[in-house]
């Protein structure tokens, strides 16, 4: 860039040596020079490459579709911080929904869509950020077309007023399951960050409708990491759900895993997915388990099962047993009829009986 | 009530459900009969049938069963695993079986069911079911059912099928199981040795309080010693 001799002259623009100069609203800016770090994160090239893409997509455009974008453009002007409206140009309206879209995974929209204002605020019963998880409960969605998206920063110290500069999206677009929006795999597991109990965590969200990339207000939450929710500091109710990675009982030899047995409103419906082998020929085995929600009834269900190994493809019927004892709670597996099969994957529902 | 397929991806028919549709589950009865060797079947990788819109737009797994003819084996079947998808979409695990196996069909009597709740359940409802005048040396001593104004859950493993010679029908009472729910079911036998075709399948049929199967086949015999059922019958 050349630069003007002095820096005195107005309509100065560009960098020299460590100073940088720009014209902000009529006033010449002069600011540090500020060095790009080397490199790119993947996720930012990722970004940076999506939305090149999207961004030259726009110069396709026909003239009729341009003339559309411009005139949502003129609908979506929003209102900056400071009151005054924010330029939004036909292409920045284009990139910014077709970002949107792209971010849960729809098609590049051409012709722009019909303007809304009605992609509501999200409502929710109540939310926990604990060391184990994080949980919006009870979320309100608009339709099926709504997805979360959720920002939050890393741990930041509890005096910390203002982490909102720190959020990352941790959710680019989120269905809500079952009433629930769980985030703690995307946040610990694919972000790297740690829940620390004590700690300050920054949150915003809100909704993007798919089917036109229009998003909803913003929430803003900060939160301290704690074993209450945030809203009415209320312990977390987990779901009846029984729940086993994997247990090997050495004496009977018998194997369990990827265990999930929920119960249901419905006179107790049961929905049970389990794998279980009994590698000789003790068919039956107690697993003694501890941390079982509480809401997990004393019964007994009876689901069917495929055979995995010996004949696979043969189906017989498993009973299963929750005991509630003192100190732990017994599950008891049990193929009623004993067949040549001994391993088998359960994928059933049913209700659950007195036993 | 009743419901017809929009479509599906696996080239069958039009299909009719018999259906209860409730927010926290979705129960379907019906039958489709299908063809491996269509285009449609083949390049799909999970079966998927379009319906009006559920009660739901998501379900955790459940099993349907899928039938299957062989010559040497007469009538078999396995489990496959079914779930709704959306509103309008239930999915079919494709599991492969021999390639002489014909005649398939896929015989929904389920349930769909969401996540774990978070309530405090009562578990009530099951009916004082007794299993009386079995054929003599046969025996069911695992059984329960339950009933409400809208469907029914039964639940048998009976042994000893054997017990009747082949081509023979036999028939159970189910004592306290209300008499004006009928249904057209299926006996699935596991077999006692190794082998990989699934389980001997028997026509079978709840009517007027009682159980009643038409037996195994002569090419069924050497297999069929005993026999499970689990069904949701639609009732309303």
């Known amino acids: 860039m050349k630069a003007l001799p002095s820096i005195a002259f107005n309509e100065f623009r560009g960098s020299a040596g460590d100073v940088t100069a720009r014209v902000s609203q009529g006033r010449q800016v002069l600011s540090a020079r500020t060095v790009p770090a080397k490199g790119k994160t993947p996720a930012q090239a990722v970004s940076r490459n999506r939305l090149s893409k999207i961004s030259r997509s726009y110069k396709k455009l026909s003239d009729g579709q341009m003339k559309a974008w411009a005139a949502l453009a003129e609908k979506m002007k929003g209102i900056s911080t400071f009151g005054q409206a924010a330029e939004l140009t036909p292409h920045n309206a284009f990139v910014r929904i077709n970002s949107n879209r792209e971010m849960v995974g729809k098609p590049l929209l051409t012709d722009a869509p ?146 999930a047995i929920g119960f249901s409103k419905g006179s107790t419906m049961v929905n049970a997915k389990f794998h279980y082998e009994f590698r000789n020929t003790r068919v039956n085995a107690y697993y003694e388990l501890d941390n079982v929600p509480d809401s997990v009834p004393n019964c007994r269900i009876f689901v069917l099962g495929r055979g995995t190994r010996l004949s696979p493809r043969s189906v017989n019927m498993i009973r299963v047993d929750f005991t509630p004892k003192e100190e732990y709670f017994e599950v008891q597996v049990c193929p009623e009829i004993y067949r040549a099969e001994h391993y088998y994957d359960v994928f059933d529902t049913t209700i659950a009986i007195k036993k | 009530m009743i419901i017809t397929s929009t479509g599906n991806n696996f080239g069958a028919e039009p299909v009719e459900f018999k259906v209860v549709l409730n927010e926290n589950y979705v129960i379907l009865n019906g039958r489709v009969l299908f063809d491996r060797k269509t285009e449609e079947y083949k390049a799909a990788d999970v079966l998927e049938i379009y319906v009006p819109d559920l009660s739901m737009k998501r379900s955790m797994e ?175």
Request: net charge negative; charged share 20%; with cysteine.
């Open chain 2, 62 to 236: 459940t099993a349907v069963f899928m039938n299957y003819t062989s010559k040497q084996y007469d009538r078999n079947g396995t489990i496959v695993r079914s779930w709704i998808k959306d509103k309008n979409t239930i999915c079919l695990e494709k599991v492969e079986v021999n390639a002489a196996y014909t005649d398939f069909e896929f015989v929904f009597f389920c349930a769909y069911l969401p996540k774990g709740q978070r309530e405090t359940f009562i578990v009530d409802g099951e009916i004082d079911l007794q299993i009386e005048n079995l054929p003599k040396n046969m025996y069911c001593e695992h059984y329960c059912a339950y009933v409400n104004e809208s469907w029914a859950l039964i639940c048998l493993g009976i042994e000893n099928i054997g017990a009747v010679d082949f081509g023979t029908q036999f028939t159970l009472d189910l004592v306290n199981f209300p008499k004006d729910i009928s249904a057209e079911l299926l006996l699935s036998c596991p077999m006692g040795y190794a082998q990989g075709w699934g389980n001997s399948t028997l026509p079978a049929r709840i009517q007027n309080g009682q159980f009643i199967c038409d037996g195994y086949t002569e090419l069924q015999d050497p297999q069929v010693s005993c026999g499970v059922i689990k069904a949701y019958i639609v009732t309303e």
């Open chain 1, 114 to 259: 019909v303007y809304t204002t009605d992609v509501p605020e999200v409502e929710y019963e109540d939310f926990w950020i604990t060391p184990e998880r994080i949980v919006f409960m009870n979320v309100h969605q608009p339709s099926d077309n709504h997805f979360l998206v959720v920002k939050m920063s890393p741990a930041q110290s509890p005096g910390v007023t203002n982490g909102w500069s720190k959020t990352v999206i941790v959710a680019p677009g989120v269905d809500v399951e079952y009433g629930d929006v769980e985030l703690t795999e995307r946040y610990v597991d694919i972000k790297g960050f740690e829940l620390e109990a004590g700690k300050k965590y920054f949150c915003e969200f809100w909704w993007l409708d798919s089917t036109t990339g229009f998003t909803g207000e913003s929430m803003w939450v900060s939160a301290i990491c704690k074993e209450t929710s945030v809203g009415y500091d209320a312990p977390y109710v987990p779901r009846a759900i029984v729940e086993i990675d994997e247990m090997y009982l050495e004496s009977t030899r018998n194997y369990i895993s990827d265990t």
